[in-house]
């Protein structure tokens, strides 16, 4: 990891930082993508984050899926994520060629795949329901998916191949974004922020829990679920998440796969390393960090049902997330209402994939420059306001 | 329904008096705000949750919602398949939401997701000794039906089809023997796919239906919590009326001589 934080005490005494332009609260994909897209704009930027990328972004399987991953009833979600996936392609060559760290980034597609008759139908309810929103996807019998993935159980009844879906290492992805914030002059304060700093209704900085302040012009809070204890009231709650990941041969499996395995979702997330991330439960359990043995025995159970193989390969991995979740699954994307406070928080399960549009736009309002965008927040952007929750009422 | 003078008919359970009839669960549903809407379009007075994946005292999560709705939490022991489980998690959920009611839910197999007949007896009994309001989600079988009323259970609770399946109700005539021999109200649970099924379910006499998949997991879930609130509305108040009885040939609705 970059050493981020001498370059914020370089003025001389270490106990004191420098004032910057802009404060991010939250070192995960969210908060440094936003960092760095901003610091790139000229601006002065530090980071605030005792352990960057280890919350859940370090859990995340960092799928960019928003055609997989649709449901009824979150159309502008599927809008934005689209959106955000047609950004990562150039979010990606910048990011590479800035960092010299590679981030894994694989386009193959998601193969979704059913077994008995329900499942089958569920897919098919699925597949009108993409075609009838304008999506590109693709049937496939069973023989067909098992020419493409040969690991997939000789059980499968056909499935959906969603070619434009890709995916990232999150990990990797963090690495290189540290290094490019680095690169472009940005700052690390590897402390706890413990709260805003305040003058009247404007706020001015980030109090770490030493007790000093991190001036700044503008403050983002960028802290998933831990952005509460930022801004009381906020309405974004940890969802936690239990994942593994596998290490086996590489070319295990070429693609994303994911499967309906009696009614329960699963997915596997092969790497260029060989390793295959395995996930994940969806629990409404507060900030619980237990692994459990039902979770890892349920995810392995369903997991072999798609892909007998997986049980051969080394379980190298139990992780637990907080997914940021907010109550209509949007993110939190834009000012919340004090002078010089923004949002951008609450990804739940999509902050590597929205990561470029949301650094956009939130690069685009701190600099009053719309950058890649028409406007300074896009259309597709527009639901993200935190302000549709509690308008006005929010205070630092 | 304004036309009509129906003053009584609620809904006694537990020693508790409801308008709705319509209990709803939480399961499938895809956000927050999306169960908010559908709680409200339902009309549900009570909504049960699975107690095993939840913290009660998690901030922001869908007991919050509840609780801002003025909505009985009814806490269930979905996912468990021993009494030994099922009456373990009834005890932390009475701790933590501080209510004695409990949907009792031991499931057999999770291939069918359908109840353990003994298990679910044998925690019911416990429970009700324990001084539980106990309602036990069981197979559409008169006799466990009248056998967990005399342990001392609040309600009775068959399925109508396997939980999910949205099959609707396989065996009317069961359902109505259950409702015939009941001394405590009885509530068709799983297995309603749309809201004829739930008309149904008043129509064959039972005092309230429970359902969750056909509204979370709808295209519109609240256009569809709607619907079923409007039918277990008629369907009971169709119950209530008394449906004439079916005849093998026509019989003129103006008849020359009315006898």
Not at chain 2, 201 to 218: I, K, P, Q, Y
Request: hydrophobic share 45%; aromatic share 4%; charged share 20%.
């Amino acid at each position: 990891m970059p050493d981020l934080r001498r370059a914020a005490t370089d003025s001389g005494d270490p106990a004191h930082f420098s004032s910057y332009d802009v404060a991010v609260v939250g070192g995960g994909v969210a908060g440094l993508s936003v960092a760095w897209r901003t610091a790139r704009r000229g601006m002065s930027v530090v980071v605030v984050d005792p352990s960057p990328g280890s919350g859940a972004t370090h859990a995340s399987a960092g799928m960019l899926a928003p055609v997989s991953e649709v449901t009824y009833t979150e159309e502008p979600l599927l809008r934005l994520g689209l959106a955000s996936l047609a950004m990562w392609p150039r979010f990606r060559d910048d990011l590479e060629g800035e960092s010299g760290i590679a981030l894994d980034y694989r386009s193959d597609g998601t193969l979704d795949v059913g077994y008995g008759a329900d499942d089958m139908a569920h897919l098919e309810d699925l597949a009108s329901f993409e075609e009838s929103i304008g999506l590109r996807v693709e049937r496939l019998t069973g023989r067909q998916c098992r020419s493409l993935e040969p690991m997939l159980s000789p059980a499968v009844r056909g499935g959906l191949l969603a070619r434009d879906d890709a995916w990232v290492n999150p990990r990797l992805l963090v690495r290189a974004l540290l290094a490019a914030l680095a690169k472009a002059g940005g700052a690390l304060v590897d402390e706890r922020a413990e709260g805003l700093a305040a003058d009247g209704d404007r706020v001015t900085g980030v109090r770490l829990a030493s007790g000093e302040v991190v001036e700044a012009g503008a403050v983002v809070v960028a802290a998933g679920s831990w952005s509460p204890a930022l801004v009381p009231g906020l309405p974004v709650r940890p969802v936690k998440g239990q994942i593994l990941r596998l290490r086996g041969p590489e070319g295990f499996l070429t693609r994303c796969v994911r499967g309906l395995v009696h009614g329960a979702a699963a997915y596997l997330v092969p790497r260029g390393d060989g390793e295959i991330t395995l996930g994940a439960t969806m629990e409404e359990m507060g900030f619980d960090g237990r692994v459990t043995a039902g979770a890892v025995y349920e995810l392995l159970r369903d997991a072999r049902e798609l892909v007998p193989g997986v049980t051969e390969l080394e379980l190298a991995e139990t992780t637990v997330g907080f997914r940021p979740g907010t109550p209509d699954n949007l993110p939190l994307v834009g000012p919340l209402g004090p002078p010089g406070l923004l949002a951008a928080t609450g990804h739940y399960r999509g902050g590597v994939l929205l990561a470029p549009i949301t650094a956009e736009t939130v690069a685009g309002l701190l600099t009053g420059d719309a950058g890649l965008f028409e406007d300074p927040v896009p259309q597709v952007m527009r639901a993200c306001d935190p302000g549709r929750f509690t308008p006005g009422r929010l205070s630092p | 329904m304004t036309m009509v003078d129906m003053p009584d008919d609620v809904l006694s359970l537990g020693g508790e008096k409801f308008t709705s009839r319509l209990i709803m669960g939480t399961g499938g549903a895809p956000s927050l705000d999306v169960l908010d809407q559908a709680l409200e379009e339902s009309g549900t007075e009570i909504t049960t949750v699975a107690m095993r994946r939840l913290d009660p005292v998690a901030r922001g999560s869908v007991l919050d919602v509840l609780r801002r709705r003025g909505i009985k939490v009814l806490p269930n022991t979905a996912g468990c398949f021993t009494a030994g489980e099922a009456v373990l998690t009834a005890r932390l959920a009475r701790e933590a939401l501080e209510t004695n009611w409990v949907k009792l839910e031991v499931i057999a197999d999770e291939r069918t997701l359908l109840p353990d007949p003994i298990e679910t007896f044998d925690a019911a009994e416990r429970l009700v000794a324990d001084g539980f309001v106990v309602l036990p989600y069981i197979g559409d079988d008169p006799a466990l039906a009248r056998r967990l009323e005399q342990a001392g259970c609040a309600a009775v609770m068959p399925l109508g089809a396997p939980i999910g399946s949205g099959l609707g109700i396989r065996n009317p005539h069961n359902i109505e023997l259950i409702v015939e021999a009941a001394e405590v109200p009885v509530i068709l649970d799983a297995g309603i796919g749309t809201a004829s099924d739930a008309a149904l379910a008043m129509e064959l006499g039972c005092d309230a239906v429970l359902l969750a998949s056909a509204v979370t997991r709808a295209q519109r879930p609240d256009l569809m919590a709607a619907a079923m609130r409007a039918a277990v509305t008629a369907g009971r108040t169709a119950r209530l009326a008394g449906r004439i009885p079916m005849k093998r040939y026509a019989e003129a609705s103006s008849p020359a001589r009315q006898g």
